[in-house]
Nanobody, 125 residues
C-alpha cells in the first residue's frame, strides 16, 4: 500500500516562497506520473502541476506558469513543488497525487488513484 505524505505548507506574505514536499511511503512504488492539485472550500480541485515520474516531463496549470516548479527526486521517492512569487489567490489546501497507470491527460483529478492528506498554504499580509 502506497501512501503520500505532504509537508511544507504554512502562512507567508505575498511575494514570498515556499517549497512543498510529498514523500512516497510504502514497499512497492511504480508511478507513471505524480501531480499537485489545490482546493479551496466550495470549488473543485484545481490542477497545479504534474511530472512524469521516470522521464521527468512536466506540465503546469496556467495560473502558476512561470512561478511554480515541480520536480522529483527519483531515488528519494519525493515530489516537490517550489512556489515563488506567491499571491493571495494561491491560498488553498495543496494535495499531491500519483497514478501507476499510463495517462495521456495529467490535469484531471480522476486520473490519479493515490492521494495525500493535503497541506494548507495561506498567502496573506
Amino acid at each position: 500500500q502506497v501512501q503520500l505524505v505532504e509537508s511544507g505548507g504554512g502562512l507567508v506574505q505575498p511575494g514570498a516562497s515556499l517549497r512543498l514536499s510529498c514523500a512516497v511511503e510504502g514497499r512497492v512504488f511504480g508511478s507513471h506520473a505524480m501531480a499537485w492539485f489545490r482546493q479551496v472550500p466550495g470549488i473543485d480541485r484545481e490542477f497545479v502541476a504534474a511530472v512524469k515520474w521516470v522521464v521527468g516531463t512536466t506540465q503546469y496549470g496556467d495560473p502558476v506558469k512561470g512561478r511554480f516548479t515541480i520536480s522529483r527526486d527519483y531515488h528519494k521517492r519525493t515530489l516537490y513543488l517550489q512556489m515563488d512569487a506567491l499571491r493571495p489567490e494561491d491560498t488553498a489546501v495543496y494535495f499531491c497525487a500519483s497514478t501507476s497507470y499510463f495517462r495521456s491527460v495529467l490535469d484531471t483529478p480522476s486520473n490519479y488513484d493515490v492521494w495525500g492528506q493535503g497541506t494548507q498554504v495561506t498567502v496573506s499580509s
